[in-house]
């Protein structure tokens, strides 16, 4: 275990960014974010990400106190104490009612190791099954050898993602393997920041399949770009005679598959835990430091208002907070004492509070408390995360629909609360929504033109289950004879096209590859 330091009032402090899954270290003064020059991960570098970091801290989409709706229906501030005892009345009242099994527990990847085990314990408390995170994504196994293994291949395979553009970090590592002499290589369905390097090209939903054509490599590169497209079990199985390595999108995943935060034991996923309470099914949803409306707007949206109690602790303004009936501040990393996962030689983290919780509590003091409020106390050992069937295949092109529509993981931080609580983040991250404010088609040059369609122009992308009409983006980035989608409209065109599907696998929303066929709107 590696510390990041212990703080006294007026030091510069140090902890790990709170964004990705790669563990960097940093030193925060005043609100101001600098790498640790020694630290295993980081080494003086920082990506836009981490430079901004610190910007969270006191960004005014804090959230910095309780809220319960009035007998008007609206959310006014109230004390946490109330909001926390009428949260366990009404929790022990749906159990009586209902069982405890009628209650669903979303977790996350930006709360600690301890934290999410005092989920667990709270679900044991509570009784019921459904206890995950929409935020564990394609990552399947806390067994990770962690990036020194980057300093040491001599045959690197980067696989479905472009390390560049979404995990910095690796990319200068995966640069430095390659200038030291090892052999770096690409498989990728887009045109990949790769200049100098090999890289080979694909139909999204073919890149498993692809790299296992190149098998003379010694460590394998691999993300949710995959894990999103469905090909997270095809992954594992297909990579498993290598050394394969998940690039991990959340600071704390690990943690989560540590802690048992997945479906084990009956229970239902993240994703179905929505559905079920939006059928009714559910009677209450908890949820700790996530926003089911950054990518399903729509469903989360029914899941709300069908559900008797949803209560919402989170550190950020987040429109499950707006939309939740009772609401209760949580903590930054930054503020809290404990430890993320990090894998590999780097191990755990641990954190001591760069200040107090700006809204006076912590999610796993949130839990705790509930614990003791519903008047008994229960756990359970983590089990560990079994996988199932494989999801089913991506799309092959036909005369009809000769293009295949995926999503564009690249996107993945556009709408998230962390990225925007930053200004230069937000700025950076957000230029696709500000000039595309109700989402795009991007598309290579070479098919627009071909296609007689514009930038900026409507665009219709059809399926054989349906349509969706987008504005017309060119990007040379994006293959020919393929359309990437931006990860906010991963609900909304993914239901059209009947790409939005449920991998059995690995239990997690997915956008299927999906046959398409492109023309003026």
Not at 487 to 508: F, K
Request: glycine letters at 10%; one cysteine or more.
């Amino acid at each position: 275990m590696t510390s990041t330091g212990h703080n006294s009032p007026g030091d510069v402090a140090t902890t790990v960014c709170p964004f990705c899954g790669t563990g960097c270290g940093l030193l925060l003064d005043d609100g101001a974010a600098f790498p640790l020059v020694n630290h295993s991960i980081a080494r003086a570098a920082l990506c836009l990400r981490g430079w901004s970091s610190g910007e969270v801290l006191h960004s005014p989409a804090r959230l910095r106190y309780a809220r319960a709706r009035d007998r008007g229906g609206t959310l006014v501030p109230v004390a946490a104490p109330d909001v926390l005892r009428d949260a366990a009345d009404a929790l022990r009242q749906i159990i009586d009612r209902h069982g405890g099994a009628s209650i669903g527990i979303l977790g996350s990847a930006r709360i600690t190791c301890e934290e999410q085990a005092l989920l667990r314990r709270l679900a044991a408390t509570i009784g019921t099954p459904h206890l995950d995170s929409l935020q564990r994504h394609g990552c399947h196994s806390a067994d990770v050898a962690g990036l020194a293994t980057l300093d040491v291949a001599s045959r690197v395979l980067v696989t479905g993602v472009d390390v560049m553009e979404r995990h910095p970090q690796v990319g200068r590592r995966v640069r430095e393997a390659a200038l030291r002499g090892a052999r770096v290589r690409f498989v990728a369905s887009r045109h990949v920041r790769a200049e100098g390097l090999t890289v080979t090209t694909c139909l999204p939903g073919q890149e498993v399949a692809s790299a296992t054509l190149v098998a003379d490599h010694d460590l394998v590169l691999w993300a949710a770009d995959l894990a999103l497209q469905g090909l997270g079990g095809p992954a594992i199985r297909q990579l498993a005679p290598f050394r394969a390595e998940y690039l991990r999108d959340y600071v704390n995943q690990l943690g989560l598959l540590g802690a048992g935060v997945h479906p084990q034991g009956g229970g239902a996923s993240a994703f179905e835990m929505l559905h079920l309470a939006a059928r009714g099914e559910l009677k209450a949803l908890i949820i700790f430091a996530d926003d089911p409306f950054e990518f399903f707007p729509a469903l989360a949206a029914r899941a709300f208002a069908a559900a008797e109690l949803v209560l919402v602790v989170d550190a950020l303004e987040t429109r499950s907070v707006l939309e939740a009936g009772l609401v209760l501040p949580g903590a930054l990393l930054a503020e809290k004492t404990g430890t993320i996962e990090s894998g590999g030689p780097q191990g755990s983290q641990r954190l001591e509070p760069v200040q107090p919780p700006v809204g006076g509590l912590t999610e796993g003091e949130v839990a705790e408390r509930l614990i003791q409020l519903l008047g008994r106390e229960e756990d359970r050992a983590p089990a560990h995360f079994t996988r199932g069937a494989d999801a089913a295949a991506a799309d092959a092109p036909s005369s009809n629909y000769p293009h295949i529509a995926t999503l564009d993981v690249g996107t993945l931080w556009e709408n998230h609360a962390l990225a925007k609580a930053t200004v230069t983040a937000r700025r950076e991250l957000l230029a696709g929504v500000t000039d595309y404010p109700d989402g795009y088609v991007a598309m290579a040059p070479a098919d627009a033109r071909a296609l007689g369609l514009r930038a900026w122009a409507p665009a219709r992308i059809e399926s054989e289950a349906g349509a969706v009409t987008l504005t017309a983006r060119l990007d040379p980035r994006v293959l020919e004879g393929t359309v990437a989608l931006p990860m906010r409209l991963w609900e909304s065109a993914g239901s059209a096209l009947d790409a939005l599907a449920l991998d059995p696998c690995l239990r997690i929303p997915i956008f299927r590859p999906r046959a398409v066929r492109l023309s003026p709107g």
